[in-house]
């Protein structure tokens, strides 16, 4: 049976998979990438550079970091809007929620490891020899807990239609014809 679309309909784990679709699309507007260093000439020389040259948010950085966040949204806002209707709900939404939280997550890993190839060969050299490290920003920890928190009630949500399916359904009793 499907339940009518209201704000009281959607249980915990839905608005916490939205939320955490908003919180990883924020994230993308913080620090994604930042370059760093204990030296204190390097450091004077870091500060003259224009602050995008430093700083990089997702937008700015590589695919693995601007794409995790928009299916992470799209996810949140599906489970939302589409949570309630019985028959999505025992096709495999909660699954395919999953799924889509699990392949942003190892998307933003991927992204995590390959962090130095924003910048090219002769980019990475220079660092290495001025002392300059490429470091992962705010943003990138944000976005990985937004991941991991869309995982986590996503698989809560499964657990929970398992045990819808094991309850008997609720029918409308007929009404008797006297």
Do not use: Y
Not at 132 to 138: D, N, S, T
């Amino acid at each position: 049976m499907t339940q009518p679309f209201s704000v009281k309909s959607v249980t915990w784990r839905e608005w916490l998979g939205l939320a955490a679709g908003l919180l990883a699309l924020g994230s993308t507007f913080l620090p994604w990438t930042t370059l760093s260093t204990n030296k204190p000439d390097i450091e004077d020389i870091l500060a003259q550079l224009p602050h995008s040259d430093v700083v990089r948010d997702a937008w700015h950085s590589s695919f693995f970091a601007w794409c995790p966040p928009l299916p992470l949204l799209l996810a949140g806002l599906v489970v939302v809007f589409f949570g309630r209707i019985r028959k999505l709900r025992a096709s495999g939404l909660p699954h395919l929620w999953l799924v889509v939280a699990a392949a942003s997550l190892l998307l933003m890993a991927i992204g995590w490891v390959t962090l130095d190839w924003e910048f090219d060969a002769d980019q990475r050299g220079i660092f290495d020899a001025a002392g300059v490290a490429i470091g992962p920003g705010f943003g990138r920890f944000l976005g990985m807990l937004a991941a991991v928190l869309s995982a986590v009630a996503a698989f809560l949500d499964i657990r929970a239609v398992r045990a819808e399916s094991r309850q008997p359904s609720k029918r409308e009793p007929r009404s008797k014809s006297r």
